[in-house]
């Protein structure tokens, strides 16, 4: 069973550009969450698609919006990026929308933003 | 908004020695997962809580969920240097969709 990808791994963009994150969900997973983590410190919530919905979000501003295609890919695109906004964005599967199932996660794309 | 602060933040021990990790909330959660991020890398499920005061072995690492599940720790026994890494503590509500971090606690283990 394939794992979570994450694309690019690496990625450095200029203040108020746009980027977009990609991600491959593990075999069998439905839903996929996205967090984004400072350095050295605990991954923090943006939202969550299940089934190609939007399925909770956290504190982030509008500009952070996402996508979840039929084979349950997605994406994560920021406009008007900020200096804040460098970061490793994780993106993490499960099955299930609202069960507590373990999460698997991509090894995140690094985004600076000078 | 759900809160879990991790102690302490950063950990460094010599191998062999003992360790504990505690993960604390003024919230309840229905269930509590421990994982391990090393640099570069995605946090890796270590293990999953879900009854108050459970408590799991994994070899060397014991788990531990608060009775009245708002707190849990991880206890590691004769650390080795593989041990190394981010360990974060994670909490599902139940009612809400996503699963709340909490603020890490880095462990370096030397020899």
């Known amino acids: 069973e394939t794992g979570v990808t994450q694309s690019p791994t690496h990625l450095i963009k200029t203040r108020g550009q746009q980027v977009t994150l990609r991600c491959s969900s593990q075999s069998g997973h439905n839903t996929v969450s996205w967090y984004q983590q400072a350095l050295g410190q605990g991954p923090q919530f943006i939202f969550q698609y299940y089934r190609e919905e939007e399925n909770g979000r956290g504190n982030f501003p509008p500009r952070f919006s996402g996508l979840q295609f039929p084979n349950y890919s997605s994406e994560l695109n920021v406009n008007a990026l900020e200096l804040d906004d460098s970061a490793l964005y994780l993106c993490a599967s499960s099955a299930g929308g609202l069960v507590a199932s373990g999460y698997t996660f991509g090894s995140g794309t690094r985004l600076t933003v000078v | 908004t759900q809160l879990l602060e991790q102690s302490p933040q950063f950990l460094s021990i010599q191998e062999g020695e003992n360790l504990t990790v505690y993960c604390n909330s003024s919230?309840?959660?229905?269930?509590l997962q421990w994982y391990r991020q090393e640099p570069g890398e995605g946090p890796v499920l270590l293990v999953t809580v879900v009854t108050g005061g459970e408590v799991k072995k994994l070899k060397r690492l014991t788990f531990q969920f608060g009775d009245a599940r708002k707190d849990s720790s991880l206890h590691i026994t004769a650390a080795q240097p593989g041990d190394t890494g981010l360990y974060l503590c994670a909490g599902w509500a139940g009612t809400a969709s996503k699963l709340t971090f909490g603020t890490g606690t880095r462990l370096q283990v030397t020899l």
């Open positions: 919230s309840v959660f229905s269930s």
